[in-house]
């Protein structure tokens, strides 16, 4: 049986997609249903593992050595993050690196998401560090102005606020469109520019309504954030979800939002306290 410490999970931006590129605020969490975690398959390779163990091995921080000898002997990575969905998929396995293969222990948060960035450019070219750092660390984490900050485990586990978001699957993985190029164009544009600060400002409400467990305000800040997104990303909103999303503004039984960069993947859904959104509903994964 694996134990919870190692397991990689998945990394559930609440809010601040976007306008975290600019220093705004964001929030993100792990995942407690989906997770990576190493296993051993005897007599079988897991070929994908071979050319990141090799590229891996320019990182003097890393036993790549020991890691591709790993490979060879049947290691491989299980998980159930879906790929293209904006959760992870890649930051999870790349914590499940630098967590295995580590040469030395270090405790500070910056040099542990710069060394976790480095690994996570194989996949992206690029890599914050951001998204590997929520499953290395399995902790809530709040950024802020390009600073990392850790959340005490009661401000947000088993949180009620919290227990009223839940994923949608929109069954359309991120391919058709790129929403990092998609925002840089649309931040030429005054009228978006306008929104951006706008749009901080709430996320930065709906942080704070969750750290206080303030449902009242939070709901009403979530409706605020469903609609702006609505008005101002819908090119980022699948057509599998944007009926849904329009149904839940006009019924105020839920309310959407853009899970990450969107344009596919996982979205979203703040249940409201109104009994009738749990009818006639799609499946939903809850968050925690």
Same mark, same amino acid.
């Given at each position: ?26 929030? &993100? ?10 296993? +051993? ?23 790549? /050595? ?11 990575? *299980? ?21 295995? +293969? ?10 542990? /998401?710069?060394?976790?960035?480095? $690994?996570?450019? +194989? ?39 919290? *227990?009223?978001? @839940?994923? %949608? ?7 058709? $469109? ?6 840089? &164009?649309?931040? =030429?544009?005054?009228?978006? %520019?306008?929104? $951006? ?5 709430? *996320? ?10 303030? /449902? ?10 469903? /609609? ?13 979800? %944007? ?8 019924? *105020? ?16 859904? @703040?249940?409201? =306290? ?12 809850? $968050?925690?």
């Amino acid at each position: 049986m694996t134990a919870e410490s190692d397991l990689f999970p998945a990394k559930i931006l609440l809010t601040g997609e976007f306008t975290v590129i600019d220093g705004g605020i964001a929030l &993100a969490f792990p995942s407690q249903s989906l997770y990576g975690f190493w296993d +051993y398959k005897p007599g079988q390779i897991d070929h994908r593992l071979i050319p990141f163990a090799r590229v891996l091995s320019k990182l003097e921080y890393l036993d790549s /050595q020991r890691f591709l000898h790993d490979v060879d002997h049947g290691l491989s990575f *299980n998980s159930s993050i879906p790929e293209g969905y904006g959760m992870g998929s890649s930051g999870a396995l790349s914590a499940g690196v630098l967590k295995k +293969y580590h040469t030395q222990k270090i405790d500070d948060l910056d040099m542990i /998401q710069k060394r976790l960035a480095d $690994i996570e450019h +194989y996949f992206h070219g690029t890599s914050s560090g951001f998204d590997p750092l929520i499953s290395y660390s399995g902790q809530a984490i709040l950024v802020d102005q390009g600073m990392i900050k850790i959340l005490s485990e009661d401000q947000w586990k088993g949180n009620p606020f919290l *227990n009223k978001f @839940y994923l %949608l699957d929109s069954m359309i993985p991120r391919e058709s $469109i790129s929403p990092i190029d998609w925002y840089f &164009a649309q931040k =030429q544009i005054p009228s978006f %520019l306008e929104i $951006i600060p706008i749009l901080n400002s709430l *996320n930065k409400k709906l942080i704070d309504c969750l750290i206080r467990n303030d /449902q009242v305000t939070g709901t009403v800040t979530m409706k605020q954030i469903s /609609q702006l997104q609505l008005d101002f990303f819908k090119p980022l909103i699948v057509d599998s979800v %944007l009926e849904f999303w329009h149904k839940g503004l006009a019924e *105020n039984t839920y309310y959407t939002k853009l899970c990450g960069k969107g344009g596919g993947g996982f979205y979203l859904v @703040y249940m409201t =306290q109104d009994e009738k959104a749990h009818s006639s509903m799609p499946p939903l994964l809850k $968050i925690s």
